[in-house]
């Protein structure tokens, strides 16, 4: 049974960092793309970024290239979301999704599996 389960996030002040996680289960990360989500109340959801299977080939959003990395943990089947100079404008659930058939790229707009989601709060 494939499974996703984010951790890592919480309440953080502008300026500060936060490292989520997702663990996967019952599959091979090299057979899918993992793409980390973000969906602000009210907002749509928005790609952030994404790691291919093949490769480990990264894709970022705009709005967090330079702040946040995304990596791989084969051994533990965990893929890493590293979020640095965090803004108010971050504060959303994040979720991780796994995506089947991208080899070696990855998407920022689609999934076929996903987690339940990590919150993630920016204020002073």
Do not use: M
Not at 44 to 68: L, M, N
């Amino acid at each position: 049974q494939l499974r996703l389960v984010e951790s890592g996030g919480g309440l953080v002040q502008p300026g500060g960092s936060l490292r989520l996680s997702c663990a996967t289960s019952g599959f091979r990360l090299d057979d899918y793309a993992i793409g980390w989500f973000r969906q602000a109340p009210g907002k749509d959801r928005e790609g952030v970024s994404c790691i291919s299977g093949v490769g480990g080939i990264t894709k970022y959003a705009d709005s967090v290239k330079g702040r946040f990395t995304i990596s791989r943990e084969d051994a533990k089947n965990t893929v890493h979301l590293q979020a640095d100079s965090l803004k108010p404008e971050d504060t959303a659930v994040y979720y991780c999704s796994a995506l089947s058939g991208y080899g070696s790229s990855c998407s920022l707009l689609y999934g076929d599996f996903w987690g339940q989601g990590t919150q993630v709060n920016v204020s002073s």
